[in-house]
């Protein structure tokens, strides 16, 4: 079976065995995060040809199921992909939308360039996710704070051990209901700050979302769990110890004032689709948002003095986590008994209101899928 999405064939053979109803029923009952996935994923393969020019080609919904990769693929032996992530919402009405997803395509792209990947058209990005929405549809969770969170990633798939660009790649998606991110009710979290570790340096990978930038902060978070906290906060050493991100969220504070700033990009920092919405949601309020550099010091003593009165991450999985304890073995920034703030709260319903049809989309940003 064949369908055309945004411009683009997608030949459809999907599972011959998909979950039953009452299997599907017990997963999305308590689906946490990245713990099960739906019954397809969408693949559109990529391949330069003799005479050296590359296309994407053989878009396609198929059964969920292992990859078969050559022992040699570049992807296993020069870290060659990079992946995005984005969730689809049931609306009251029962359809189902997502949120932004052109900038998850361009970002994807400018990820791909850092990497020396093929670029994706945004037709082959979005029709990719609208054909597994349709095909997987049952999927979508309608609980409070629930979504189908969407998983599109590119690797390279050409059996080759030469240190070059690969000449085969795979872009696939994949979709895995998902609950809150932290588990529980919102609550205030605590972060450790990584002293030893950096998540990226300038001129590296640190803008683009590939998988080494997370599997370097993963030794900061084991040290951050074994500490009691959820999150790691990555420094700028070199910069007056300037804040960055956390392992997988960026960072936003809330002043007396009313007023908001985040870290600004400095080539080191993912550039976040729900930090950009963030930013634009407080301008709607009314609300000043400033991007620039924010050091540890003035974290520690903006909560001493009052002048910082919040401080919360942002991103895709989480949505919006107020931060409440910031820590290490010498430092202890903030309150175990901490609540989330009026401004954290007040931006979080805002947002996850649009994104869940509950408040008005004024700037276009949602996209229907079924």
């Avoid at 050091?295 to 001493?304: K, P, Q, S, Y």
């Amino acid at each position: 079976m064949t369908q055309t999405a945004h411009g683009v064939e997608f030949n459809k053979h999907l599972s011959a065995t998909p979950k039953s109803v009452e299997e599907r029923e017990a997963i999305l009952a308590n689906p946490g995060f990245g713990d099960y996935f739906t019954d397809n994923t969408a693949i559109v393969d990529f391949k330069v040809d003799a005479d050296g020019n590359g296309g994407w080609h053989n878009a396609r919904v198929e059964a969920y199921g292992p990859i078969s990769l050559d022992p040699s693929a570049a992807v296993l032996h020069y870290g060659q992909e990079i992946f995005e992530g984005l969730k689809a919402y049931r609306h009251a009405d029962g359809s189902v939308w997502t949120f932004r997803p052109e900038a998850n395509a361009a970002r994807l792209n400018k990820s791909a360039r850092r990497l020396a990947l093929p670029e994706l058209p945004e037709d082959y990005f979005l029709g990719a996710i609208r054909e597994l929405v349709a095909a997987d549809q049952d999927w979508v969770p309608s609980g409070d704070g629930e979504a189908l969170y969407l998983r599109p990633f590119m690797i390279a798939t050409e059996a080759f051990l030469g240190v070059r660009a690969a000449r085969e790649v795979s872009f696939r998606v994949i979709a895995s209901p998902a609950g809150n991110y932290f588990g529980g009710e919102l609550k205030p979290v605590s972060i450790w700050i990584s002293r030893e570790y950096a998540r990226a340096g300038r001129g590296g990978t640190g803008a683009a979302k590939c998988g080494g930038n997370y599997a370097a902060s993963l030794i900061a978070q084991q040290e951050a769990e074994a500490n009691g906290c959820k999150q790691v906060l990555f420094l700028d050493h070199f910069n007056d110890d300037a804040v960055e991100e956390l392992g997988g969220m960026n960072v936003f504070f809330v002043f007396k004032d009313g007023s908001l700033a985040t870290p600004a990009l400095t080539g080191t920092i993912l550039e976040g689709v729900t930090r950009s919405s963030v930013m634009q949601v407080a301008r709607d309020m009314g609300r000043e948002v400033s991007e620039r550099k924010i050091t540890l010091a003035e974290w520690r003593d903006g909560v001493a003095s009052g002048e910082i009165t919040e401080v919360f991450a942002c991103g895709t999985a989480a949505v919006i986590t107020p931060i409440g304890v910031l820590k290490d073995e010498t430092e202890f920034i903030g309150s175990e008994d901490a609540k989330t703030g009026d401004v954290t709260m007040a931006i979080r319903e805002q947002l996850l209101g649009i994104q869940t049809g509950t408040v008005e989309d004024t700037h276009g940003w949602l996209t229907r899928l079924v």
